[in-house]
């Protein structure tokens, strides 16, 4: 525990201790731009503002200098400023790897600035791997839902070398540490670093990343600090689409379609004061910032077009979906599933048949069968027990495989990854006390915040509705942490492509944090190429 206490208490220096003029790159990740084969954005923040921000990159004769593009925001809460910094790396080569140095003319490290090295995608249909979980959180216990997991799930990211990894949301928890929310997200951002410095960390934005103060979605520290690939709309960085060799991946921001109310949330007694320098108002107990509906179906039309124009390009094999809350949960302690993305996304990944969806939010791992449609009017209302269209989505194969192998083209499979390192591993999961079988809770409406039993403390309701699992392929129950590792295999011509899964869970790290995992389950999904008909 010492060595523990240490490390975190070495984390919590930083922003705070740079002095005024301290240019010093921190919190370095990677992301890839619009093409992954030949974009790459280097992102980080200093402690000050950056004197001349800008990256080194090694070619094969010459450096190159990239001058970075400074983006600022000042919480809204305590009214801290933070300076962030984005170089656009563009022109690259297909497949190589590149040395990159990151430093400003007020770089404490100037002499030995941070450097690292990355890979861009390769082109064509060639092999690679990636890696997703959310719900990271920090490794810095005295922040709400931080846990030391987190970091041995980033070193598990190294361990398994991804070309990228997904981060399906709910990064580190900020808005539940109100005076210090850009103080989380640089504790983030310094354990995140040691494998995003690396390789492309792709994230998707999750409930926890609203925040008061910041912005009219609350998004803005989240979008401060990313650059993304763009999508053509005025809602730049909350969704986007990249290609990877044969894999279409699609980062959707669920929170504009779930009903669920689950983003910054003042309960009570006291109301939320921010800084006086903020010049905000206080915000008063009750208060949710629910952004259902925020988009107004502009991003559902971009899904829309992207998976249209998907269809009609024999360059993609796969389609792959990653978002943070779930259309198909059955943990008993989370939250459950959505109807919301069940009417707006389903009846898309059926028609234009994706073939995963890696969401996070709960936080534990479970696995459904291939569906496809939807069973209406056989969900129960929580209490009454009365009749409630969950839109119960319909399983094509209810058995496994026997050499393993799922034929993609008949459902589409949902994976709950939500295991990266928050300190609530919610690996406990619903089951009809009749029938013994899996069940869900379902939110089919609103759970907008109401006066509770305590004066002057409001809370949400939970779930409205349950309904049979029958969905439900594979629960984890011995652990929440874990990490799928995704492989595709592009085959042959005339041949069939595969895509791997193999998910290694973090067995004890209920209790005790562990850098252990280990392979719980895996599967194969398998299809036609399209560039053989
Ligand atoms: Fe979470
Ligand atoms: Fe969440």
């Known amino acids: 525990m010492t060595g523990l206490a240490a490390v975190a208490s070495s984390l919590s220096l930083g922003a705070e201790s740079g002095g005024a003029a301290d240019g010093t790159p921190e919190q370095i990740h990677l992301t890839f731009g619009d093409d992954p084969a030949r974009c790459v954005f280097v992102s980080w923040v200093s402690p000050a503002q950056a004197i001349k921000p800008r990256v080194l990159l090694g070619g094969k004769s010459a450096e ?20 962030t910094y984005h170089a656009k790396l563009q022109g690259l080569d297909a497949g190589s790897r590149y040395r990159y140095s990151v430093t ?30 959310g719900d990271l959180s920090t490794p810095v216990g005295s922040w709400l839902l931080s846990s030391p997991q987190s970091r041995f799930a980033v070193q598990a990211v190294e361990r398994f ?3 990228f990894h997904l981060l399906n ?23 995140v670093q040691v494998s995003a410095a690396n390789r492309p960390w792709m994230p998707c934005p ?9 912005g009219a979605l609350g998004f803005d520290s989240y979008l401060t600090r990313y650059s993304l690939p763009s999508n053509g709309t005025s809602f730049a960085g909350l969704w986007y689409r990249f290609q990877v060799g044969s894999a279409l991946f699609i980062s959707l921001s669920a929170d504009d379609v779930i009903y669920q109310d689950s983003g910054a949330f003042v309960a009570g007694p006291e109301e939320l004061r921010p800084a006086p320098s903020t010049g905000n108002a206080a915000i008063a107990p009750g208060t949710s910032l629910y952004i259902r509906g925020y988009s107004r179906g502009a991003q559902t039309r971009w899904l829309e077009q992207t998976l249209a124009g998907a269809a009609k390009d024999e360059s993609i094999d796969w389609i792959i979906v990653q978002m943070h809350q779930d259309a198909l949960s059955s943990s008993k302690n989370g939250n459950g599933s959505d109807r919301g993305i069940r009417e707006a996304w389903l009846p898309l990944f059926d028609r234009y ?12 791992y479970e696995r459904s069968w291939p569906v496809r449609g939807c069973n209406h009017d056989v969900g129960r209302d929580a209490v009454t027990g009365g009749a409630v269209d969950t839109c119960q989505p319909r399983p094509v194969v209810t058995a496994e495989p026997p050499d393993g192998k799922f034929d993609a083209s008949l459902g589409t499979i949902h994976l709950i990854l939500g295991g990266g390192g928050t300190s609530a591993p919610l690996d406990v999961y619903g089951v009809n006390a009749r029938s013994g079988l899996p069940e869900a809770k379902v939110i089919t409406k609103p759970n907008r915040p109401a006066p509770g039993p305590d004066p002057g403390i409001f809370v949400k309701p939970g779930a409205d509705a349950r309904e049979d699992a029958i969905w439900s392929a594979r629960r984890d129950t011995q652990t929440g942490y874990g990490i799928g590792v995704f492989d595709l295999d592009p085959g042959e011509r005339h041949g069939k492509t595969t895509v791997t899964l193999r998910y290694y869970h973090a067995i004890g790290a209920d209790r005790t944090p562990t850098a252990n995992y280990e392979l ?9 190429r399209r560039d053989g008909k």
Not at 108 to 133: H, I, K, L, M
Not at 169 to 190: E, I, K, M, S, T
Not at 353 to 364: A, F, P, Q, T
Not at 520 to 528: A, E
């Open 520 to 528: 719980f389950d895996s599967l194969t999904l398998t299809k036609d």
């Open 64 to 83: 190159t200098v990239v001058h970075a593009v400074q983006r600022a925001y000042t919480d809204g809460l305590n009214g801290q400023t933070v300076f």
């Open 206 to 214: 999750g409930n926890h990343e609203i925040e008061f103060g910041n």
């Open 353 to 364: 048949g994706v073939d995963l969806v890696l969401c996070g939010h709960d936080h534990d």
């Open 161 to 163: 070398e991804p070309l």
């Open 169 to 191: 949301g709910d990064l580190c928890y900020a808005n539940l540490n109100h005076a210090a929310q850009p103080a989380v997200w640089a504790d983030f951002g310094r354990n």
């Open 104 to 133: 400003a003319d007020n770089d404490r490290n100037r002499a030995t600035p941070f450097s690292a090295t990355f890979q861009t995608a390769p082109r064509g249909r060639v092999p690679f791997r990636w890696t997703s979980y």
